[in-house]
């Protein structure tokens, strides 16, 4: 072999040697990012997890937030131990959250049924009443028969039973005897007295009253 061949055969060594250490170190890198890379996701997760560990929740948005990062950070599938451990301190304390506030919610969500049903129910007495107290002052037979009937529109029949509480106690209540809303309507119009006061009324599904509970003055 001449001194030129022994020459090119050097530095097509030499060249290799470099491509090889080159690829080496590539790898070395794209390793070392990814590991990095790592480290940053977990410790970023176990932060983010601890935060939510012990979390007292406002509204139902801020646990659908956090419900929403921790199927994120689940998704990343950590090995690390702690970011498991925390992923089921997270889960238990976002389930309890999510129940309390939705219970929380749907008992404010009653009270506000039922004090809407109140005014609602209040003023209904108050058209009740008016009726009654209209008839109870009739001038005149037949003005008292005209609004008996205009009166008995909201009733489902003459027969609906008016019951008259006489004596209240607790869970003693005793009534005067029973009467139906015909014979009561009928009664206002020949004492001409005033009505006796509405305790409660039911009604059916059309509106009309079934049964109607007044409170002797």
């Known amino acids: 072999m001449n001194k030129t061949s022994i020459f090119t055969a050097l530095i097509m060594a030499l060249i290799v040697s470099i491509s090889f250490t080159g690829c080496k170190s590539q790898k070395k890198i794209a390793e ?32 659908t937030a956090d419900e929403a990062r921790l199927e994120e950070i689940k998704s990343y599938n950590l090995e690390d ?23 929380k919610l749907a008992a404010e969500q009653k009270a506000k049924e039922e004090a809407q049903k109140t005014v609602v129910e209040e003023a209904q007495k108050r058209d009740i009443y008016y009726l009654l107290d209209n008839i109870a002052g009739s001038g005149s037979t037949q003005e008292g028969n005209l609004m008996i009937t205009e009166a008995m529109a909201m009733f489902a029949s003459p027969d609906v039973p008016v019951l008259i509480e006489i004596y209240n106690d607790g869970d003693i209540v005793d009534y005067d005897k029973p009467t139906t809303a ?36």
């Open 32 to 63: 070392e990012k990814a590991q990095a890379e790592l480290l940053a996701k977990t410790n970023k997760a176990q932060a983010d997890l601890k935060a939510m560990v012990g979390k007292e929740y406002a509204t139902l948005d801020e646990v």
């Open 81 to 103: 131990a702690e970011v498991k451990e925390l992923i089921g301190q997270v889960e238990k304390n976002l389930q309890l959250s999510r129940e309390a506030l939705e219970k």
């Open 182 to 217: 015909q014979k009561y309507l009928e009664y206002l119009k020949d004492v001409n007295r005033n009505p006796d006061q509405i305790k409660e009324f039911k009604k059916d599904a059309n509106g009309k009253i079934t049964e109607l509970i007044l409170k002797k003055r």
